[in-house]
């Protein structure tokens, strides 16, 4: 078993800043990809940006490329999401996820078989 908890969401303005992190516990050992999906009201969730097992292969959405980065200390078995320049419609709850099956195609939701619990990240104009 993986435990994800997610932390550093809340209110902020546009072109502000935020840097998510998401701490896993448990089982950390058997952790491949790590990614970041998110949710707005009246949507359906949406990928957002992962890496694989050492950092070195990332995705992104092309929306958040240029402002998003992803990174993880293994160390800390821990994953960040470094949010720039941010925009209204960046507006959701973001949540964590971790593969610990076979690693597979790093933006496809169903390969992750741990989630967070989601954290709210809100952009005012």
């Known amino acids: 078993q993986v435990q994800l908890v997610e932390s550093g969401g809340g209110l902020v303005q546009v072109g502000g800043s935020l840097r998510l992190s998401c701490t896993a516990s448990?089982?950390?050992?058997?952790?491949?990809?790590m990614g970041w999906f998110r949710q707005a009201p009246g949507k359906e969730r949406e990928f957002v940006a992962a890496?694989?097992?050492?950092?070195?292969?990332?995705d992104y959405v092309d929306s958040v490329k240029g402002r998003f980065t992803i990174s993880r200390d293994n160390a800390k078995s821990t994953l960040y999401l470094q949010m720039n320049s941010l925009k209204p419609e960046d507006t959701a709850v973001y949540y964590c996820?971790?593969?610990?099956?076979?690693?597979?195609?790093?933006?496809?939701?169903?390969?992750?078989?741990?989630w967070g619990q989601g954290t709210q990240v809100t952009v005012s104009s």
């Open positions: 996820a971790a593969d610990t099956e076979v690693p597979s195609a790093l933006r496809l939701a169903a390969t992750y078989d741990y």
């Open positions: 448990g089982r950390t050992f058997s952790i491949f990809n």
């Open positions: 890496a694989s097992r050492s950092g070195g292969n990332t």
